[in-house]
């Protein structure tokens, strides 16, 4: 079955660290690969996808995620963590021409100054 | 301001007595869907609809009904709700899936929690 894995439940970072939030699918056909971001009380953000080329992908606020084919990993990254990026991320992934979004349960960072 | 609206954003109900969460995008976007969030779980889809007059079940249908008779809404009906189905619920819409094959972003409301007793 298709799935999404954020093995990671919360994440720890100091302010100005590099920060990484990990990310793997099921290996099946070629994915269309998001992030997402939820601060408290509001819905997702869109954060960053990946299609196709540039395994190195750029989004908002200075977030990056890289996209591994063979580990079949697509992790979110920061060079410097800011507190205001604490927050609960989501990676999604959506099989091409398929109508659903499968969703990871989450991993909640929390950057401390 | 291109947003996802959705009504109520909190209700507190009992076993048994119908309900429609509204769900209303101003972006005349083709895709929309219905996700529940649960501690542990994440975000499960629900339904989802590819354009006016087409519905299909996400991952948890059971216990819900939608309608899409207009492209800008998408309610989500539960005729009977019970105690397992109080979450927090968001509606998202997004361009076709069928437009550059499916990498469109999704756009969210900002979530109605459903407390059923």
């Known amino acids: 079955a298709q799935s999404v894995a954020q093995p990671e439940d919360q994440v720890n970072v100091a302010e100005g660290n590099p920060l990484t939030v990990k990310c793997t699918y099921s290996?099946?056909?070629?994915?269309?690969l998001f992030w997402y971001v939820q601060y408290p009380n509001r819905g997702l953000q869109f954060l960053l996808k990946?299609?196709?080329?540039?395994?190195l992908v750029k989004g908002s606020y200075g977030f990056e995620a890289e996209f591994n084919k063979s580990q079949t990993s697509f992790h979110l990254k920061k060079p410097s963590a800011l507190v205001s990026d604490s927050a609960l991320y989501f990676c999604a992934v959506r099989w091409r021409s398929q109508g659903n979004l499968i969703f990871g349960k989450g991993t909640k960072l929390s950057v401390k100054p | 301001e291109a947003q996802v609206t959705q009504n109520p954003r909190y209700l507190i109900t009992v076993t048994g007595k119908k309900l429609t969460v509204t769900c209303s995008q101003n972006?005349?976007?083709?895709?929309m869907s219905w996700y529940r969030q649960d501690p542990g779980l994440g975000l499960r889809q629900i339904y989802y609809s590819m354009n006016v007059e087409v519905t299909d079940k996400g991952d948890v249908p059971e216990g819900y009904k939608v309608s899409r008779k207009e492209k800008r809404n998408f309610p989500l009906i539960l005729e009977s709700p019970s105690p397992n189905q109080t979450s927090l619920y968001f509606c998202a819409s997004s361009l076709s899936i069928y437009d550059r094959g499916g990498n469109q972003p999704q756009h969210f409301g900002d979530g109605t929690r459903l407390s059923i007793l």
């Open positions: 972006m005349n976007h083709e895709y």
């Open positions: 990946y299609i196709t080329g540039d395994n």
């Open positions: 290996v099946s056909g070629n994915p269309y």
